[in-house]
């Protein structure tokens, strides 16, 4: 399946912001709960601090998964992370509290800021440099005719690659390599979502809680009474024999031949 290049463009910018909302929750989150832990009050508070981060990191997640198996935004991903049973009272912190993907969620709000950070910066800077070899000859006509000003007209950078070129030609052929690169760009777009999505799914465990998922199936598939054979009387091709084999030339033989063939 052929995955959207944009949308993956859009995952990785997006990723800077939601890394910012992440690392403030669980910054702010932990440094209000945990001294107010001593007198209990900041137990509701250090438990919605996890279900927050949680929530976050499925959510992005789920995104994540949708982008891979090009699922429109408005479907459910199939194999999405599905949210546990709501309970109520103080079980629900306890529950909160004991689970390990709750501690999975404050490590992915501490480590999505600085992959978020490197993630835009690429997705911004990819797209930049592309445009920018590409417009080499309008800077060079730009530069020459507004400033006067040259480019391309180092000899310590172009004179040992291409010696025998103009400033002018080599503009070109600087634009003819961002050609390239644009055409390589989409590809190298959707490689940095597949890495991105692999964060993603490792530090959820969504690989993991799907096996679980496959195996619980399989087990349940193979616990399910097998249905009982609905072919009571199957034919046989026991007339006609000749030397232990069918006859062909028997006529009992063809019509059990013909009726076998009908029911396959």
Request: hydrophobic share 45%.
């Amino acid at each position: 399946m052929k995955h959207s290049a944009f949308n993956a463009w859009k995952m990785l910018v997006m990723a800077l912001p939601k890394g910012i909302a992440s690392f403030v929750v669980v910054v702010a989150g932990l440094a209000i709960s945990l001294p107010l832990s001593v007198f209990i009050v900041g137990l509701p508070l250090l438990t919605l601090t996890l279900v927050l981060c949680r929530r976050m990191m499925e959510s992005e997640n789920e995104y994540a998964e949708r982008w891979i198996r090009g699922i429109q935004h408005n479907q459910p991903a199939i194999g999405s992370m599905k949210s546990p049973e709501k309970r109520h009272g103080w079980k629900s912190f306890l529950s909160v509290l004991g689970q390990k993907r709750s501690y999975r969620g404050l490590i992915y709000s501490f480590l999505q800021f600085p992959i978020g950070i490197a993630a835009f910066t690429v997705a911004i800077v990819l797209p930049a440099t592309v445009l920018a070899l590409m417009l080499s000859p309008l800077a060079y006509e730009v530069s020459l005719r507004m400033y006067d000003f040259v480019l391309f007209s180092n000899p310590r950078v172009f004179s040992g690659m291409l010696p025998n070129l103009e400033p002018y030609q080599l503009s070109w052929v600087v634009g003819g390599f961002g050609v390239l690169f644009a055409l390589l760009l989409p590809l190298t777009l959707r490689v940095l979502g597949r890495f991105y999505t692999s964060w993603l799914q490792e530090i959820t465990g969504a690989e993991l809680l799907q096996s679980d998922e496959r195996s619980a199936k399989a087990l349940e598939y193979e616990d399910m009474p097998q249905a009982e054979n609905v072919d009571t009387n199957p034919l046989r091709l026991v007339s006609g024999l000749k030397d232990g084999r069918p006859d062909p030339k028997d006529k009992a033989t063809r019509a059990e031949m013909m009726q076998l063939i009908s029911k396959l």
